[in-house]
Structure formats: structure tokens, C-alpha cells
């Protein structure tokens, strides 16, 4: 058969894989590619039902789109996940913006506490932000899921962008799809959004969503971050690495030669210090265990994949071994889990926090 090609995104398509770009269902190109007019899943729905499916790049193709995207004169939109920062930092992307302006959105406020302010996290996200080196010029926090302040964000996006293309960018499981089409659907109500470029044989890697002013927003396809504790769990077990509801913190009692294992997918120990309170901020669900740091190694190897999981039995082979993070805390301290939550520690400790090889561990003046 030869090659076919999205007349919306100008993709090669393919009928393999859902979740790659020019992804068609067999049946569909088998009833349309006499027609010639074949559209990718992604641009069918978007062209029919104004919903943006994410799709995932490797990471090689993503630095080659981001050269692209330093390339031109435009407004750069990084979608962050708030809850997971460093796991949805795109790396490198200070250098690939070049000169073109940067708005920092950091998605899903409502999961945080409704005792963390705004403010504080606003200005937890520049400080972040600039040790990435990025100089945001402004930062927005929304929630896509929930619609939360989606006009301000479309406001805020039209007054940076100064008339130029807007490039909406972020890593997998940001939330960024969702948060277009939240975008999609205040800007145009019930009008039908299409897709616009019809370049055959050339792989755009984006979605163009045009602007009233002739300019477009591009949507692009979000890259895998391989420090997302998501990247090693299966999708049915994403729900413990995404939380959809507001995070209810629980506090637990503990002495020193404690331990709390988060399901099988981290672990705190309390090494030294007086007994105090430790509060975990983590998705409500996810199982926790409380045992002695004595017999915690053999708890572990006893219980992962069942007492203690995700990760389940069969996701074993390829699940990270757990590496060990010693800290001193001398201060109201938050240690953060990147992709899975933190632990508040209010006063003088020496812990160990152990995450998944790959995943990072740090330590951040306490948001609560």
C-alpha cells in the first residue's frame, strides 16, 4: 500500500499504535483512502468534536520540534503539572525558546489543599522555574479538568503574544490536551475548529488551531519524560500518579526506626530525631503502609506487587529498584517524590526518602 498521509496535520498515517502520531483505525482508512481525504484519529476529532487527543514523541523527535519551535517569532506556552514539577520540566527547553517569550502555566490547582494559596505557589513556581533557567513572564494557574480560570489564561495568552503564533508545549500527563480544549471550546462555543495545513509527505509533529487574526495556536504532542514516576506504571494504575480530586493530607505519629511505604512505588524513614508528626500529601488512594525500619528491606521484597502495590506481580520485570535519598532536616521542610507527592516534615530529623532509579527526590521550603 503506499504511503498516506493526514490531510489535517500532514502526518504519515499508521494504524499500529493509538498513542503516535497519524494513528488511523484500519477500518476507517480502509473505507476512506479511495476518497484521498484521510484525517489521523487526532485530527478527526478534533475536526468533529473539538477534542485534542494527546500523542507522544520520542525524545529525539521533540528536540528536533523544539529547534523549530526557537526557530520562529512566538509566544511559548509550557504547561507544567503543579503537582509534579520536576517530573514535567522539559529539559533543555531555555535554550530552545531562544528569544521568544515564555507564559508559565502550572495546571491542576484544584488537587492542592485548599490551604495552600495561590500566591505561594506562584512563587514556588518561578523559583523553580528559574533554576531551570526560565524567565517566565507571567505564570497562570488553572485547572483544565475543572475549567478554573481558563478566560483569564485566554486573556493573558492574547495580551503576551503581541499578534505573533502561540506554541502550546509541555511533557506527557501535564494535562496540556486537556487544557486546549478547554482553551477550544470558551474561544469558539459550538463552531466547528478544523485543522488547517495540507502539506503531504511532511511530518508536522503539530496541530494548527487558527486565530481570529490569521495567526494560529499549535497545539503539539507532548514528550516522554523518562523521571515521570508515571513512565513506570501501567495506565490503569495512573490514577495514583494523577489525582483528580482535591488531596487530603494524612499525618502520621512516628518515632525514630520508622517507616512509611508509599503502595510499592516509594518509601520514608524517620532514622533520627524526636517523635513527631509527618504529614503525606499523595493521591487519596494510593495504599500506605507503616512498618519498622528494622524489617523494612525484607517488608519490601515480601509484599511488592501485592500488600504493596502498584507496582502489580506482572510489572515486576521492569519496575525501578528503589534508590536512597538521606537527608538532615533542620526546618519546616517539604521532600518531594517528583510525579508522586511529598511528606511536610515540621521539625529537626534525619530521614531517608527512596523513589525509583530515574526518579528525582528534593527537598523545598514547606507550600503548607
Same mark, same amino acid.
Given at each position: 500500500?503506499?504511503?498516506?498521509?493526514?490531510?489535517?496535520?500532514?502526518?504519515?498515517?499508521?494504524?499500529?499504535?493509538?498513542?503516535?502520531?497519524?494513528?488511523?483505525?484500519?477500518?476507517?482508512?480502509?473505507?476512506?483512502?479511495?476518497?484521498?481525504?484521510?484525517?489521523?484519529?487526532?485530527?478527526?476529532?478534533?475536526?468533529?468534536?473539538?477534542?485534542?487527543?494527546?500523542?507522544?514523541?520520542?525524545?529525539?523527535?521533540?528536540?528536533?520540534?523544539?529547534?523549530?519551535?526557537?526557530?520562529?517569532?512566538?509566544?511559548?506556552?509550557?504547561?507544567?503539572?503543579?503537582?509534579?514539577?520536576?517530573?514535567?520540566?522539559?529539559?533543555?527547553?531555555?535554550?530552545?525558546?531562544?528569544?521568544?517569550?515564555?507564559?508559565?502555566?502550572?495546571?491542576?490547582?484544584?488537587?492542592?489543599?485548599?490551604?495552600?494559596?495561590?500566591?505561594?505557589?506562584?512563587?514556588?513556581?518561578?523559583?523553580?522555574?528559574?533554576?531551570?533557567?526560565?524567565?517566565?513572564?507571567?505564570?497562570?494557574?488553572?485547572?483544565?479538568?475543572?475549567?478554573?480560570?481558563? *478566560? !483569564?489564561?485566554?486573556? +493573558?495568552?492574547?495580551? $503576551?503574544? @503581541? =499578534?505573533?503564533?502561540?506554541?502550546?508545549? %509541555?511533557?506527557?500527563?501535564?494535562?496540556?490536551?486537556?487544557?486546549?480544549?478547554?482553551?477550544?471550546?470558551?474561544?469558539?462555543?459550538?463552531?466547528?475548529?478544523?485543522?488547517?495545513?495540507?502539506?503531504?509527505?511532511?511530518?508536522?509533529?503539530?496541530?494548527?488551531?487558527?486565530?481570529?487574526?490569521?495567526?494560529?495556536?499549535?497545539?503539539?504532542?507532548?514528550?516522554?519524560?523518562?523521571?515521570?514516576?508515571?513512565?513506570?506504571?501501567?495506565?490503569?494504575?495512573?490514577?495514583?500518579?494523577?489525582?483528580? *480530586? !482535591?488531596?487530603?493530607? +494524612?499525618?502520621?505519629? $512516628?518515632? @525514630? =526506626?520508622?517507616?512509611?511505604?508509599?503502595? %510499592?512505588?516509594?518509601?520514608?524513614?524517620?532514622?533520627?530525631?524526636?517523635?513527631?508528626?509527618?504529614?503525606?500529601?499523595?493521591?487519596?488512594?494510593?495504599?500506605?503502609?507503616?512498618?519498622?525500619?528494622?524489617?523494612?528491606?525484607?517488608?519490601?521484597?515480601?509484599?511488592?506487587?501485592?500488600?504493596?502495590?502498584?507496582?502489580?506481580?506482572?510489572?515486576?520485570?521492569?519496575?525501578?529498584?528503589?534508590?536512597?535519598?538521606?537527608?538532615?532536616?533542620?526546618?519546616?521542610?517539604?521532600?518531594?517524590?517528583?510525579?508522586?507527592?511529598?511528606?511536610?516534615?515540621?521539625?529537626?530529623?534525619?530521614?531517608?526518602?527512596?523513589?525509583?532509579? %530515574?526518579?528525582?527526590?528534593?527537598?523545598?521550603?514547606?507550600?503548607?
Amino acid at each position: 500500500m503506499k504511503k498516506l498521509y493526514c490531510i489535517g496535520c500532514g502526518c504519515k498515517i499508521q494504524t499500529t499504535d493509538k498513542d503516535k502520531i497519524g494513528y488511523t483505525p484500519i477500518s476507517t482508512l480502509e473505507k476512506n483512502h479511495e476518497m484521498g481525504d484521510i484525517y489521523c484519529q487526532r485530527c478527526f476529532r478534533l475536526r468533529h468534536y473539538n477534542d485534542i487527543q494527546d500523542v507522544y514523541l520520542s525524545d529525539d523527535d521533540f528536540l528536533r520540534f523544539l529547534h523549530d519551535v526557537g526557530e520562529s517569532n512566538a509566544l511559548i506556552v509550557n504547561v507544567i503539572d503543579i503537582f509534579d514539577f520536576n517530573g514535567s520540566v522539559i529539559p533543555g527547553l531555555s535554550r530552545f525558546v531562544a528569544n521568544n517569550d515564555i507564559l508559565l502555566v502550572g495546571n491542576k490547582k484544584d488537587i492542592l489543599p485548599k490551604s495552600v494559596k495561590d500566591f505561594k505557589v506562584t512563587q514556588w513556581l518561578l523559583e523553580r522555574a528559574h533554576e531551570e533557567g526560565l524567565r517566565p513572564k507571567d505564570i497562570v494557574l488553572t485547572s483544565a479538568q475543572n475549567r478554573q480560570t481558563i *478566560k !483569564e489564561l485566554i486573556q +493573558k495568552i492574547d495580551l $503576551l503574544r @503581541k =499578534g505573533r503564533d502561540v506554541y502550546v508545549v %509541555g511533557v506527557t500527563n501535564v494535562g496540556k490536551s486537556t487544557l486546549i480544549n478547554a482553551i477550544i471550546q470558551e474561544i469558539t462555543g459550538n463552531k466547528n475548529v478544523i485543522t488547517t495545513s495540507r502539506f503531504p509527505g511532511t511530518t508536522l509533529d503539530k496541530i494548527e488551531i487558527p486565530l481570529e487574526d490569521g495567526h494560529y495556536l499549535f497545539d503539539t504532542p507532548g514528550v516522554i519524560h523518562r523521571h515521570q514516576m508515571a513512565h513506570y506504571l501501567s495506565k490503569k494504575d495512573l490514577m495514583y500518579v494523577n489525582p483528580k *480530586k !482535591e488531596i487530603k493530607p +494524612k499525618t502520621y505519629q $512516628l518515632n @525514630k =526506626g520508622q517507616t512509611i511505604f508509599m503502595a %510499592g512505588l516509594a518509601r520514608f524513614d524517620f532514622i533520627e530525631g524526636n517523635k513527631q508528626g509527618f504529614t503525606i500529601f499523595v493521591e487519596n488512594t494510593l495504599p500506605l503502609h507503616r512498618t519498622k525500619l528494622e524489617g523494612a528491606d525484607g517488608f519490601y521484597k515480601k509484599h511488592l506487587g501485592k500488600l504493596l502495590n502498584p507496582p502489580k506481580v506482572d510489572q515486576l520485570e521492569t519496575f525501578p529498584n528503589l534508590i536512597k535519598h538521606e537527608f538532615d532536616i533542620i526546618d519546616k521542610t517539604d521532600i518531594v517524590f517528583a510525579g508522586l507527592g511529598w511528606i511536610r516534615i515540621k521539625e529537626k530529623a534525619r530521614i531517608a526518602a527512596w523513589a525509583p532509579e %530515574g526518579v528525582s527526590v528534593i527537598l523545598r521550603k514547606a507550600i503548607v
